[in-house]
């Protein structure tokens, strides 16, 4: 369905997936691939204060808090989005204490974000992400092969079974979708030397702290 400027029907952004293949269990808007790989990645937050924004990339690996309302109103942000060389998607976050409708709708709106991003001319890298072994059956659909797929590992490495499930999705996420680039925000991980698909760019917080050294 096309917006319609109806409240009634618009309120469920049933356009932002119009015309999209939906696929797996829960019928994920399937996201086109892309060979892009960020450099100069800054967060939604920042965006206001860059002064070149076309060297810069954005992400939104960053507390759900700062950028909620971009679901609710994402054409608000696009004219300054634009400006930006590309957009690593939202990455609304999917947490083991979360109720199991609660994850899969905010994965949901990742790969509805993604898709609509991309339908809208931003050079767009797909997020994956994931709670725990479950979540594995459908997490990734939609997501593209042969691509370019970004994840974060901020959180993940602090306890035994956060890294656990950190490493048990990206082996899944490799196997599944035979990804040409895996890009992940925050620090570099030993047990990932073994791919030669794996990027690296420091998360928010590392680079904060980089401007502070």
Same mark, same amino acid.
């Given at each position: 369905?096309?917006?319609?400027?109806?409240r009634k029907y618009d309120i469920f952004k049933l356009y932002y997936w119009h015309g999209a293949?939906?696929?797996? &269990? *829960? &019928?994920?808007?399937?996201v086109a691939p892309t060979q892009a790989i960020p450099h100069d990645v800054i967060s939604f937050n920042e965006r206001s204060g860059v002064r070149e924004?076309? /060297?810069?990339?954005? =992400? %939104?690996f960053?507390? =759900? @808090?700062?950028f909620? +309302?971009?679901?609710?109103?994402?054409?608000? +942000?696009?004219?300054?989005? /634009? /400006? %930006?060389e590309g957009i690593i998607t939202t990455d609304y976050s999917m947490l083991p204490e979360m109720l199991p409708g609660q994850i899969i709708w905010n994965c949901? !709106?990742?790969r509805v974000m993604a898709y609509y991003l991309q339908q809208n001319g931003f050079n767009a890298i797909p997020v994956a992400s994931w709670s725990s072994e479950e979540d594995f059956e459908w997490c990734l659909d939609g997501l593209p092969e042969l691509s370019s797929i970004a994840v974060s590992s901020n959180g993940c490495m602090s306890s035994p079974y956060g890294k656990e499930m950190f490493l048990l999705g990206i082996k899944e996420l490799q196997q599944k979708k035979k990804p040409s680039h895996i890009i992940v925000c925050g620090r570099h991980i030993d047990?990932?030397?073994? *791919? =030669?698909?794996?990027? *690296?760019y420091p998360c928010? +917080?590392? !680079?904060? /702290?980089? !401007? @502070?050294?």
């Amino acid at each position: 369905m096309l917006k319609t400027n109806i409240r009634k029907y618009d309120i469920f952004k049933l356009y932002y997936w119009h015309g999209a293949t939906l696929v797996g &269990k *829960y &019928k994920l808007p399937q996201v086109a691939p892309t060979q892009a790989i960020p450099h100069d990645v800054i967060s939604f937050n920042e965006r206001s204060g860059v002064r070149e924004p076309e /060297k810069h990339w954005i =992400d %939104f690996f960053i507390d =759900d @808090a700062l950028f909620e +309302s971009f679901w609710n109103h994402p054409d608000v +942000s696009f004219k300054k989005l /634009k /400006k %930006f060389e590309g957009i690593i998607t939202t990455d609304y976050s999917m947490l083991p204490e979360m109720l199991p409708g609660q994850i899969i709708w905010n994965c949901t !709106r990742n790969r509805v974000m993604a898709y609509y991003l991309q339908q809208n001319g931003f050079n767009a890298i797909p997020v994956a992400s994931w709670s725990s072994e479950e979540d594995f059956e459908w997490c990734l659909d939609g997501l593209p092969e042969l691509s370019s797929i970004a994840v974060s590992s901020n959180g993940c490495m602090s306890s035994p079974y956060g890294k656990e499930m950190f490493l048990l999705g990206i082996k899944e996420l490799q196997q599944k979708k035979k990804p040409s680039h895996i890009i992940v925000c925050g620090r570099h991980i030993d047990e990932l030397d073994n *791919y =030669d698909n794996i990027i *690296y760019y420091p998360c928010f +917080s590392q !680079r904060w /702290k980089e !401007r @502070a050294d």
